[in-house]
């Protein structure tokens, strides 16, 4: 039975309900009692996760430098979503099939090559690596050693068909970008053995950097290494004159380096790499696990004894 709503005691309690029913804000209610907080609606996403979490990055930060050949060239007009799309997906095929180490400019490697001029079908060379260039499938690295005092470069495309294997014989890092400088330099920085045994880092250990500072030799040089600005170099200032050092500070720009438009211009936003290291993160996560089964197998050695 309805209360008699001429008298006023029943005013409070109906305008209370009627606050509460219409959605009313609570600062036009007549009412004494303290007007509930609002809980927002926790939103979740597809996997069933609550949206509003901020989620930490699965994708380690080293994949933009050991995998730099799945970053598109930063010039726009070379760009090409669709091409870069499936070229990403024909290297991830190619790593499927042959193991593709962690390596950088400075590491010592042995490529095995087809070769059928070979008496084994296979040719097989131990270097340095000195340039790292290019983006997808026409990524490509040059190495160099120096045999019977004969200086030899061999430039491999990273995801050639006729490479067979590539092993990381010592795994660092130098200072500069490139060592093509090493043209220029004594023979002994760029001397290594071509039956040099591995050196096998233990897991979880930072890549080293090999801060060595090379000599070079008087002139001629490949290029006017003066007007780059070396770290690996110890001997510059000795073969150059005045005359080059004042050429040398025409043509610098040192205020680049505080130029952001133009950095940006010359990389790939961080936005972009997260997008594309998020679309290939669990084919390579899988392909590095696979490779640390195997090495772990390799290292086994069976005792020929039993106790």
């Known amino acids: 039975m309805l209360p008699n709503l001429g008298s006023t005691r029943f005013f409070p309690r109906i305008l209370t309900t009627l606050c509460t029913l219409e959605s009313v804000p609570a600062g036009r209610c007549y009412s004494t009692k303290p007007a509930p907080q ?42 090409n979503s ?9 290297m991830l095929d190619r790593r499927a099939n042959i193991d593709i180490p962690e390596f950088y400019v400075g590491s010592v490697l042995a490529v095995t090559t087809s070769d059928q001029h070979a008496e084994n079908k296979t040719a097989r060379f131990v270097g340095i690596c000195i340039l790292r260039e290019k983006s997808g499938l026409r ?22 068909p006729t490479v067979h294997k590539i092993e990381v014989l010592r795994l660092e890092k130098r200072l500069d970008d490139h060592l093509i400088y090493l043209r220029d330099a004594l023979d002994e920085y760029s001397t290594f053995d071509i039956n ?10 930072p890549v080293p950097v090999n801060d060595v500072k090379v000599v070079l030799k008087p002139h001629p040089w490949y290029a006017r290494w003066e007007r780059h600005n ?24 040192p205020w680049e380096k505080y130029d952001l438009m133009k950095e ?19 084919t390579l996560h899988s392909l590095e696990l696979q490779r640390k089964k195997m090495k772990r197998k390799r290292t086994f050695v069976k005792p020929t004894k039993l106790a």
Not at 66 to 76: G, H, M, R, S, V
Not at 83 to 88: S, V
Not at 196 to 205: D, K, V
């Open 230 to 253: 070396l770290q690996g170099v110890a001997n510059i200032e000795e073969h150059t004159n005045e005359r080059r050092r004042r050429k040398a500070a025409l043509v610098a720009t």
């Open 139 to 160: 990524h490509r690295f040059i190495l160099r050693n120096v045999i019977d005092h004969q200086a030899i470069e061999i430039s491999y495309d990273l995801y050639d």
């Open 196 to 205: 040099m045994e591995p050196e096998i880092l233990p897991e979880g250990t």
């Open 82 to 90: 669709l091409r870069e799309k499936l070229e990403r997906k024909d």
């Open 38 to 79: 609002a809980v927002p609606a926790a939103t979740t996403t597809s996997t069933g996760k609550p949206s509003g979490v901020e989620r930490k990055s699965m994708i380690p930060p080293n994949y933009r430098f050991a995998y730099q050949e799945f970053l598109p060239d930063p010039k726009i007009e070379w760009r």
């Open 264 to 282: 940006y211009r010359r990389s790939i936003p961080e936005e972009e790499q997260k997008e594309i290291f998020t679309e290939i993160y669990s």
